[in-house]
């Protein structure tokens, strides 16, 4: 009977002292199942705050010929405008030659900062750097527009109507059919858009995105000559469906001389001249010289 209860005793002894120990055998368990588990979750990364990019870095960054202001905050001694040189380079006080070329005005600002700071010249120095002239990326406006010259290119002025705005507009003897010249991997192409019907329909695929070097040219538009007995004989611009009433009113209407049974069109037929008698209502065609006659009573 007492062999009995120690057999008993013992193996509940047993049972007791594997019970911790189990317990303890399944802890670690538990610790690297969660550890595992953390471990696949993605660890999401704190969002850096994003530089600000130009919209189009080809049109922000430095070429050659481009002029340059910097300026270095509580040192306006440090102040220069320099010109990029054909080198791609500028002359700055302090740190010497620095290449420019193909970097924009952010990271150039950055670059003089960092050599600023490694030269113990500037302490924390807070430099800004701005485009003073656009010499490097250019594009020709020409003829029927209010200004005529070569304006720069940059993310803001970067399409055809862009350009045509910096002008000035179209003159009033200028057409709505624009010619555009661009040069694309040495390939030189000829554009025609029409400006007016791209506005109207709404479509601007035509829009075009220039380039330094393309050019615009707008053409003069089809005219009429209106003279005789009106009150501003001169050239006109023709409009879609004229009539020479239409015409006339132009020109400020028939003078108290003239009269409606006077009205004379001259149009050119190949080497000829025809001379035809036309009523109001007649439509005009380009080139015509619409010739109001004298009252005779």
Do not use: C, W
Request: no cysteine.
């Amino acid at each position: 009977m007492n062999i009995r209860r120690q057999v008993a005793a013992a193996a509940l002894a047993a049972r007791l002292g594997a019970f911790p120990a189990a317990v303890d055998a399944q802890q670690p368990a538990r610790l690297t199942t969660a550890s595992a588990a953390k471990a696949a979750t993605p660890v999401q990364p704190i969002p850096a705050a994003s530089a600000a990019q130009p919209a189009d870095y080809r049109l922000e960054a430095l070429g050659m010929g481009d002029m340059i202001r910097v300026s270095v905050f509580r040192n306006p001694d440090l102040t220069t405008e320099a010109r990029v040189s054909e080198r791609g380079t500028i002359m700055f006080p302090l740190i010497g030659e620095i290449s420019v070329t193909g970097l924009t005005p952010t990271q150039v600002s950055k670059q003089i900062a960092d050599k600023l700071r490694a030269g113990r010249f500037v302490v924390d120095p807070e430099v800004t750097v701005s485009i003073a002239q656009v010499n490097s990326r250019q594009v020709a406006v020409l003829g029927n527009v209010q200004k005529p010259g070569r304006y720069p290119l940059d993310a803001n002025t970067a399409k055809v109507t862009d350009l045509i705005a910096l002008a000035g507009g179209i003159a009033p003897t200028g057409s709505d059919q624009i010619t555009v010249m661009t040069t694309r991997s040495g390939k030189t192409e000829r554009r025609e858009i029409d400006l007016a019907a791209m506005i109207r329909s709404g479509d601007l695929t035509q829009n075009l995105d220039l380039q330094a070097g393309d050019t615009i040219y707008v053409g003069r538009a089809p005219m009429i000559y209106v003279t005789g007995e009106v009150t501003r004989a001169g050239a006109y611009r023709v409009e879609k469906d004229m009539t020479v009433m239409q015409a006339i009113a132009l020109g400020g209407g028939i003078t108290p001389r003239g009269t409606e049974r006077g009205i004379r069109i001259h149009r050119k037929s190949g080497d000829q001249i025809q001379r035809m008698e036309a009523k109001l209502t007649d439509p005009v065609q380009t080139d015509d010289v619409i010739f109001v006659r004298e009252s005779l009573f």
